[in-house]
């Protein structure tokens, strides 16, 4: 009575589908000078009520223009509160001290980029190197001359140095060489927003905005961003102000100027990021955000119609006016580069949503409700596919799969003879002998091969109609 049971997982995350694709989560990381007083990240908010006291007026309209949402508000804000940062930071190597041991010429020596450390070996020895108080990264040369010849040679890669914990060095060092060492001066990136990223990590969310975000560090949120997604399996994305990351992942909001009617406010790009994201999660899977009208918004940069097209092909979301509303642009990502398996529909914000809302749903049922719990049988995979074929069932009901199309998983017919093949099992010519049906009953050790295809429905955007008269 077992098997059922994945069944009725699948169709509990395709009843629940449409209610979670109206209420998306954001992550956001607010900085603020009272972040002292807030030691309980992530701050969970269902609604603006939720808002903890201490934070500064800005950084409160920040989370208020997150909850405005479009047809619904965000599920649910996590809000981790950060110390003020100055976008990211380079470093120089850290400093660092050299010791040699008894009998060799010179002592304990400190060394950075404008210092050498230089002796004559009176036997062959292991330096060793530690911080002086200063950790960071670093590079190290070694110079080694002797009568015939001189020799430099480098440790290559960065060396990660903390403070108090030493690291050896063996030099090909031997009796009366004259050596010297010294460090590289080179810079080191680092990310201001590192320690909470890790804990985003392992946190649900969909969207992450940092509304005080520096230039320098939007390519560091990308960058991890895009890590997640290819890397982690984690499906999730960010709003970010001005930057091409040609990524699905990415939405890259442009606008330099918005005024609100609130106070008659004005909002750079990075400031506007909050209200982008709130829009996007409070847009249900069955429509888009294409066209969702601003009511608080008096003035935006204006654009010409060839302007606003190129921007929409490079990439861009942004507010403009049709003369009586200010409205989103065409809800599309940064991603342009189209490439084979990955075309025109990564380019849209509803898409990619129903996209990573799909894989999750399945990912996180198989991965709960059946790894490791059944034998790989025939049969048992065969009522996995059943499973996954009534959830696309339930999402074409609900809308969000088209329904006139046979959205359907079904045993991977190529991919299990590759694997047969590779292991030696079968050979090609076996194999092309077999139908379909006696391949998918084959033995593939612990490897279950299945392929899916879908369709799934995009927002009415484009009209033509023609009027004869």
Same mark, same amino acid.
């Given at each position: 009575?077992?098997?059922?049971?994945?069944?009725?997982?699948?169709?509990?995350?395709?009843?629940?589908?449409?209610?979670?694709?109206?209420?998306?989560?954001?992550?956001?990381?607010?900085?603020?000078?009272?972040?002292?007083?807030?030691?309980?990240?992530?701050?969970?908010?269902?609604?603006? *009520?939720?808002?903890?006291?201490?934070?500064?007026?800005?950084?409160?309209?920040?989370?208020?223009?997150?909850?405005?949402?479009?047809?619904?508000?965000?599920?649910?804000?996590?809000?981790?509160? =950060?110390?003020?940062?100055?976008?990211?930071?380079?470093?120089?190597?850290?400093?660092?001290?050299? =010791?040699?041991?008894?009998?060799?010429?010179?002592?304990?020596?400190?060394?950075?980029?404008?210092?050498?450390?230089?002796?004559?070996?009176?036997?062959?020895?292991?330096?060793?190197?530690?911080?002086?108080?200063?950790?960071?990264?670093?590079?190290?040369?070694?110079?080694?001359?002797?009568?015939?010849?001189?020799?430099?040679?480098?440790?290559?890669?960065?060396?990660?140095?903390?403070?108090?914990?030493?690291?050896?060095?063996?030099?090909?060092?031997?009796?009366?060489?004259?050596?010297?060492?010294?460090?590289?001066?080179?810079?080191?990136?680092?990310?201001?927003?590192?320690?909470?990223?890790?804990?985003?990590?392992?946190?649900?969310?969909?969207?992450?905005?940092?509304?005080?975000?520096?230039?320098?560090?939007?390519?560091?949120?990308?960058?991890?961003?895009?890590?997640?997604?290819?890397?982690?399996?984690?499906?999730?994305?960010?709003?970010?102000? *001005?930057?091409?990351?040609?990524?699905?992942?990415?939405?890259?909001?442009?606008?330099?100027?918005?005024?609100?009617?609130?106070?008659?406010?004005?909002?750079?790009?990075?400031?506007?990021?909050?209200?982008?994201?709130?829009?996007?999660?409070?847009?249900?899977?069955?429509?888009?955000?294409?066209?969702?009208?601003?009511?608080?918004?008096?003035?935006?940069?204006?654009?010409?119609?060839?302007?606003?097209?190129?921007?929409?092909?490079?990439?861009?979301?942004?507010?403009?006016?049709?003369?009586?509303?200010?409205?989103?642009?065409?809800?599309?990502?940064?991603?342009?580069?189209?490439?084979?398996?990955?075309?025109?529909?990564?380019?849209?914000?509803?898409?990619?949503?129903?996209?990573?809302?799909?894989?999750?749903?399945?990912?996180?049922?198989?991965?709960?409700?059946?790894?490791?719990?059944?034998s790989n049988s025939y049969n048992?995979?065969?009522?996995?596919?059943?499973?996954?074929?009534?959830?696309?069932?339930?999402?074409?009901?609900?809308?969000?799969?088209?329904?006139?199309?046979?959205?359907?998983?079904?045993?991977?017919?190529?991919?299990?003879?590759?694997?047969?093949?590779?292991?030696?099992?079968?050979?090609?010519?076996?194999?092309?002998?077999m139908k379909d049906v006696e391949?998918?009953?084959?033995?593939?050790?612990?490897?279950?091969?299945?392929?899916?295809?879908?369709?799934?429905?995009?927002?009415?955007?484009?009209?033509?109609?023609?009027?004869?008269?």
């Amino acid at each position: 009575m077992g098997m059922p049971s994945i069944s009725i997982a699948f169709k509990e995350k395709a009843v629940t589908a449409i209610t979670r694709s109206q209420r998306g989560i954001i992550a956001c990381i607010i900085e603020d000078e009272n972040y002292a007083a807030f030691l309980d990240n992530p701050y969970i908010m269902y609604d603006i *009520n939720d808002l903890p006291d201490g934070l500064s007026v800005k950084n409160q309209k920040q989370v208020e223009l997150m909850f405005k949402g479009y047809q619904t508000a965000p599920s649910k804000i996590l809000m981790f509160v =950060s110390e003020p940062v100055a976008g990211t930071t380079q470093t120089t190597p850290a400093k660092a001290t050299v =010791s040699a041991p008894e009998g060799v010429d010179k002592g304990t020596v400190s060394i950075h980029e404008d210092s050498l450390y230089t002796g004559i070996v009176g036997k062959s020895i292991v330096i060793t190197i530690t911080t002086a108080g200063e950790a960071g990264t670093a590079k190290f040369k070694w110079k080694v001359n002797d009568e015939k010849n001189s020799e430099e040679i480098s440790t290559g890669e960065n060396i990660k140095l903390i403070d108090g914990v030493a690291v050896d060095f063996s030099g090909n060092f031997t009796a009366n060489d004259v050596y010297t060492i010294s460090c590289v001066p080179e810079t080191v990136t680092l990310n201001p927003y590192k320690e909470i990223l890790d804990k985003l990590e392992h946190e649900r969310f969909d969207y992450l905005v940092i509304p005080a975000i520096e230039d320098d560090d939007k390519s560091v949120i990308a960058t991890w961003i895009k890590s997640m997604r290819s890397v982690s399996d984690k499906m999730i994305k960010a709003v970010l102000p *001005n930057i091409a990351a040609d990524s699905e992942g990415i939405v890259n909001f442009t606008n330099t100027m918005i005024k609100t009617s609130e106070s008659e406010e004005t909002f750079t790009t990075k400031d506007y990021c909050s209200r982008i994201a709130g829009i996007i999660c409070g847009t249900p899977m069955t429509i888009s955000c294409t066209y969702a009208p601003l009511a608080e918004v008096i003035d935006c940069d204006k654009y010409s119609k060839e302007e606003m097209d190129n921007k929409v092909n490079a990439g861009e979301l942004f507010i403009f006016t049709n003369g009586k509303q200010f409205r989103i642009s065409r809800g599309v990502n940064s991603f342009i580069t189209t490439v084979q398996d990955k075309g025109e529909s990564f380019k849209k914000i509803k898409k990619v949503d129903a996209m990573d809302m799909i894989h999750d749903d399945i990912r996180d049922t198989i991965d709960e409700s059946y790894i490791g719990k059944y034998s790989n049988s025939y049969n048992n995979k065969c009522l996995l596919i059943t499973a996954i074929n009534g959830y696309f069932y339930g999402l074409a009901n609900d809308g969000i799969l088209n329904p006139d199309y046979d959205n359907r998983a079904d045993f991977n017919i190529t991919k299990i003879k590759e694997y047969l093949m590779s292991r030696g099992y079968y050979t090609k010519e076996e194999l092309s002998q077999m139908k379909d049906v006696e391949i998918a009953k084959l033995d593939t050790d612990d490897k279950v091969f299945l392929l899916a295809n879908i369709k799934i429905l995009d927002a009415m955007e484009d009209v033509s109609l023609e009027i004869n008269i």
